[in-house]
């Protein structure tokens, strides 16, 4: 079955500080992994896109990694401010379909 | 880019009855995808349109459910008869053809309330 996993559920951190988000994936044939910042009543933003040969992309103070061999992705997160609030979702492509199968989502809250 | 539109925002309505959603994608986008959400879950695949044609169903759209993208541009969701395992928040994406690493790009949903 194909399923994405992610950790820790939920995470309260203080404004400021780091933090890292893991995703694990059971899904085949893997076209590309996704991840994607969703504030509450929002729709789902794209954050990072990595294929197959990618092992880390960046976008501002956000960076994903990928490891094909393992299964596994994470997001960093450096330097968080109050905006960065928000569900952060794991998405996982599949060759030759158009669905994409979503993660439940890290809620992240960043303290003042 | 005035980004995915949906309308209306918020539904509630009482069991039984129909609903229509509507989807207006980004202009030059040619693929459309419906998702549902509940809460605390990520969204879940429903149906997708490559122009007008719709190439993809997920077994969660039951007979109850139909989705239309008549001229390839604007898309309607339709529910007959809803029960109250509808209520959730139903999203639209849309994206461009081509390479399979096309981001897809969120409307802020509708959120339907069953009564």
């Known amino acids: 079955k194909n399923q994405v996993e992610q950790s820790p559920q939920s995470l309260i951190i203080l404004e400021g500080k780091n933090c890292t988000l893991q995703?694990?994936?059971?899904?085949?044939?893997?076209?590309?992994l996704r991840w994607y910042k969703q504030d509450t009543g929002r729709g789902p933003v794209s954050l990072t896109i990595?294929?197959?040969?990618?092992n880390t992309k960046s976008n501002g103070r956000y960076t994903a990694t990928l490891d094909a061999d393992t299964k596994q992705s994470s997001l960093h997160i450096t330097a968080s401010q109050l905006s960065d609030s928000a569900s952060y979702i794991c998405v996982v492509s599949l060759t030759g379909f158009q669905k994409l199968v979503f993660g439940t989502g890290t809620r992240l809250l960043v303290s003042p | 880019d005035t980004g995915v539109s949906q309308d209306p925002r918020h539904k509630i309505t009482k069991r039984g009855q129909n609903v229509t959603f509507r989807c207006d994608p980004i202009?030059?986008?040619?693929?459309l995808y419906w998702y549902r959400q509940t809460l605390g879950q990520g969204p879940e695949f429903l149906t997708y349109?490559?122009?007008?044609?719709?190439?993809?169903k997920s077994r969660l759209l039951s007979d109850r459910f139909s989705a239309e993208r008549p001229k390839g541009s604007f898309s309607t969701l339709e529910i007959q008869r809803t029960e109250q395992g509808d209520s959730a928040m139903y999203l639209c994406?849309?994206?461009?053809?081509?390479?399979?690493?096309?981001?897809?790009?969120f409307g802020d949903g509708t959120r339907l309330s069953i009564l």
């Open positions: 990595m294929t197959f040969s990618e």
């Open positions: 995703c694990n994936y059971t899904v085949s044939p893997f076209s590309n």
């Open positions: 349109f490559q122009n007008e044609a719709q190439l993809e």
């Open positions: 202009s030059e986008h040619n693929r």
């Open positions: 994406a849309s994206s461009l053809g081509g390479k399979s690493n096309q981001p897809q790009h």
